[in-house]
């Protein structure tokens, strides 16, 4: 990726699954934080629906989806 790129992206901090992330995107703040919490809540809803808390699945699952 060039330097021009790197300077385009900003840096957020997320909370997904109970966990915070620092993560650098070149999307907007709004569009960021729409997709990480579409992201926690779809982790919230398999958990719940499996009875498993287990984050690594939860992901997986989420991933797969």
């Given at each position: ?12 901090k ?34 719940s ?17």
């Open positions: 990726m060039s330097p021009a790129a790197d300077s385009r992206k900003q840096t957020y997320v909370r997904i699954f109970n966990q915070t992330y620092s993560i650098s995107s070149s999307a907007s703040e709004a569009e960021f934080q729409q997709i990480a919490d579409y992201v926690d809540h779809l982790m919230h809803t398999i958990a629906r499996s009875g498993s808390a287990d984050s690594t699945r939860a992901a997986v699952m989420a991933a797969m989806h």
